[in-house]
């Protein structure tokens, strides 16, 4: 087929997956109280799932038979349905289709590239879609990975502060009120919670340094019970035992000084070192080459080396997981550093 068509698949193909399509799509009749909004939400969906060769407005309408994008338009504007609620029957569907002990939660986030300045969100960003900084929006998604299949549980939309702090271009844009400024990190962990409290199963966690760098979030998959495997940039200071701490004083240290709140370590602890510095002095012999997925070009290969280490929270605090083993990757592009709260190897990513 040509991949510039903007037609649906060959009824042929339809007719092999049509009692799947409609039952799936049963699964959320209820969220439209309407017959109308309802019937075009199956030609919607229907046409996300054929080569339409640019997703906008008119192009589905022209797949969907429609003469002109309105009704589509409508059903995401201003149709009465909740995508939250969407979501969850989506994650009810993933626990029985795809459900499995050994989950895996992936977090990353994707640049949508925009030409104006009015899409909520747009600013100039780094975007990994262009690999470079754009116009764009950009999107956090936690999507689900199992023996079964993968699915994408949840979105946000990334909002910079440089919008939150502007309330004319807030109230241009619709943003709601109670919408405040939240980082990469934090709409993640949001997600996480969703899924683990309406009972994803999963055992792992996994995403690049955009996530990995950030303590809070790394003790809070690890307070939850779960192990990860996280990217953070070569350098992260790291010891090779726990250090020392020293809690926060309940009386202030100096009579005129504020009373300290924050742990930090305690004196006479060693220096960290860094990632980069403990990787550099392992024997070539240390390293082993894994292929963690099929590429354009053949498969993408990434040396690995494993090393027990303890990293902290703001150089400051130990994390809650203390030691574990550090596993390090590298490839000819960038070698990004993954930790994981277990204290046996792991094969999986």
Not at 16 to 39: G, V
Not at 98 to 115: M, R
Not at 165 to 177: F, G, I
Not at 214 to 241: C, E, K
């Amino acid at each position: 087929m040509d991949p510039g068509a903007s037609e649906l698949p060959a009824a042929l193909a339809w007719d092999a997956m049509a009692a799947d399509f409609e039952a799936f799509h049963a699964r959320f009749a209820a969220l439209f109280a309407r017959s109308e909004p309802r019937e075009q939400a199956i030609k919607y969906v229907r046409s996300l799932t054929g080569p339409v060769a640019r997703r906008n407005g008119w192009q589905f309408a022209e797949a969907i038979g429609d003469r002109t994008p309105d009704r589509v338009q409508r059903l995401l504007y201003s149709a009465d349905w909740s995508a939250d609620a969407a979501r969850d029957l989506l994650l009810d569907f993933t626990i029985e289709q795809f459900g499995d002990p050994q989950g895996i939660g992936v977090l990353d986030e994707t640049g949508f590239l925009k030409k104006g300045t009015k899409s909520v969100g747009v600013q100039r960003q780094y975007s990994g879609t262009a690999g470079k900084i754009e116009n764009c929006q950009i999107g956090v998604f936690l999507s689900y990975t199992s023996p079964r299949g993968y699915v994408i549980l949840d979105r946000r939309l990334y909002l910079p502060e440089a919008w939150c702090s502007d309330p004319a271009r807030r109230q241009d844009a619709h943003v709601p009120e109670d919408v405040a400024f939240q980082t990469k990190p934090q709409l993640a962990m949001q997600m996480l919670h969703g899924a683990w409290q309406r009972g994803v199963p999963m055992a792992w966690v996994t995403g690049d340094e955009v996530y990995g760098d950030d303590p809070v979030l790394r003790d809070g998959i690890a307070a939850q019970g779960h192990q990860y495997v996280l990217a953070v940039i070569s350098s992260t200071p790291v010891w090779p035992q726990r250090p020392a701490v020293a809690e926060p004083p309940t009386e202030r240290e100096h009579p005129r000084g504020p009373l300290r709140t924050r742990t930090r370590l305690a004196p006479g602890t060693p220096h960290a070192s860094t990632v980069a510095k403990v990787a550099a002095q392992w024997s070539p012999k240390q390293w082993h080459r894994l292929a963690v997925h099929q590429g354009e070009k053949g498969p993408i290969e990434y040396d690995w080396a494993r090393a027990a280490s303890s990293t902290a929270v703001g150089a400051c605090r130990p994390t809650n997981s203390g030691s574990w083993p550090a596993a390090l990757s590298r490839s000819r592009r960038k070698w990004p550093t993954t930790t994981c709260p277990t204290p046996e190897p792991t094969h999986r990513w």
